[in-house]
Every structure is written in structure tokens, then in C-alpha cells.
């Protein structure tokens, strides 16, 4: 299950295959600063029991199965990443200028 404290450690990003039952496919990530660094598997989650969720912490709990790392998922976390870590450089270096 994933773990992290203040932006870093383990988490599920994505929301793909969804079927009628409720569950979806999601790939738990390594992350820092809530950006997705590096991939670590995917899953088959369906939700159990709803907890609080928030930008710091969450308590849901969900029912996983190990599912193939899905390539899409995968390809969308490094673009979010790209993306992101672009926006920041591009605002430092606007930063710098001033």
C-alpha cells in the first residue's frame, strides 16, 4: 500500500479501466514532492471504505490486485512530470531575471 509524508514516498496515480463495479486500474508511483519520479506496479483497486482524504494525508482503504504495469499510465506520469518540472524552471528562471 502506498505510504508518504509530506509529498515523498509511495502513492496510486491514474484512473483507467474503469468497470462497473467501481474498479479501476492505478499505478502506485515513487514519489517526491508529489510528482511522480518512477513507476512500481499496477493494480486492480476498488475502494472499501471511504476515509479522509486530503492535500497531506489520506486513511481511505482499498482492495488491490497486481495487475501488468499499464504503459499509458505510465508514459502520462512522466509527461505530468516533464511538464511540471518545466513550469517551475521557466517561473525560477522569470524569478532570477527580476
Not at 486492480?44 to 482492495?63: C, E, H, P
Not at 495487475?67 to 532570477?96: D, E, K
Amino acid at each position: 500500500m502506498p505510504l508518504s509524508f509530506n509529498g515523498i514516498g509511495t502513492r496510486y496515480y491514474g484512473h483507467a479501466e474503469e468497470s462497473d463495479s467501481g474498479s479501476y486500474t492505478a499505478t502506485e508511483w515513487i514519489i517526491f514532492l508529489w510528482l511522480p519520479i518512477a513507476p512500481l506496479r499496477s493494480w486492480r483497486v476498488s475502494q472499501r471504505r471511504k476515509g479522509m482524504d486530503t492535500f497531506l494525508y489520506s486513511n481511505a482503504k482499498y482492495m488491490v490486485k497486481p495487475q501488468p504495469l499499464n504503459r499509458r499510465q505510465v508514459l502520462l506520469g512522466y509527461l505530468c512530470t516533464i511538464v511540471a518540472v518545466a513550469i517551475m524552471v521557466v517561473i525560477w528562471v522569470f524569478v532570477r531575471r527580476a
